[in-house]
């Protein structure tokens, strides 16, 4: 299953996907464990419509010029559906960036909803390695890794797409066999009310969100 994935991630505006905008995007594709291709851009917004808080600026090192600067929001989503193709879709807080893809793609008049499977490293590593600090910065420290390039969205899809090997491998250390496919963390980021805002065609995913809990079962 995971020898057609791509590792992606998104930065924003803000965390709720309806509200909020995209304003980087980052995803690396990879078949039979080896990179076949990179897409990354910034994305166009209206820096008065859709502000960059301070806080943002400051965590993630985009400013407004840059975002003003960045590329058409529609042509965005549609290169990277067409970039993110069948594959199986892997990131950390897969909810997180979920929403926002389904969204954009939404708002950016897909003809389809999304139908693609996706994995979160998150949810990964609560099942593989309980106990963790699970956020991106706490696996690298576990593998003993500096981050490449901390909250800009091609440095999160390397260092994802580093931490994804050995989180499988101690995910069958311990017997699994099931993997925690279409799973959102029980600490996920957006509220449930968040999701529910969701539109609905386009979050609908082949087999639906379901909480780690039972994924891991």
Not at 178 to 202: D, F, G, H, M
Request: proline residues 4%; aromatic residues 8%; glycine residues 6%.
């Amino acid at each position: 299953m995971l020898d057609n994935i791509c590792i992606l991630d998104f930065e924003t505006t803000g965390l709720c996907p309806v509200a909020d905008r995209v304003t980087e995007v980052g995803a690396i594709r990879f078949r039979d464990g080896k990179e076949v291709a990179r897409f990354q851009c910034l994305v166009y917004q209206d820096a008065d419509q859709f502000p960059l808080s301070a806080e943002v600026q400051r965590i993630t090192g985009i400013t407004p010029e840059m975002v003003r600067a960045g590329f058409n929001e529609g042509w965005v989503f549609r290169r990277l559906k067409e970039f993110i193709g069948s594959s199986v879709l892997v990131a950390h807080h897969a909810a997180f960036d979920m929403g926002f893809l389904a969204s954009g793609l939404e708002r950016n008049g897909a003809s389809e909803p999304l139908r693609n499977d996706w994995l979160c490293t998150k949810v990964l590593a609560e099942v593989a390695v309980p106990g963790i600090a699970a956020s991106l910065d706490g696996l690298c420290a576990w593998q003993s890794r500096a981050r490449t390039q901390a909250h800009r969205a091609l440095g999160d899809c390397t260092d994802t797409w580093a931490i994804l090997s050995p989180l499988l491998d101690r995910f069958n250390e311990k017997g699994q066999t099931v993997l925690p496919i279409n799973a959102v963390s029980t600490t996920r980021t957006l509220t449930a009310e968040q999701y529910q805002a969701l539109p609905r065609k386009a979050w609908a995913m082949k087999k639906g969100a379901r909480v780690v809990e039972e994924a891991a079962q």
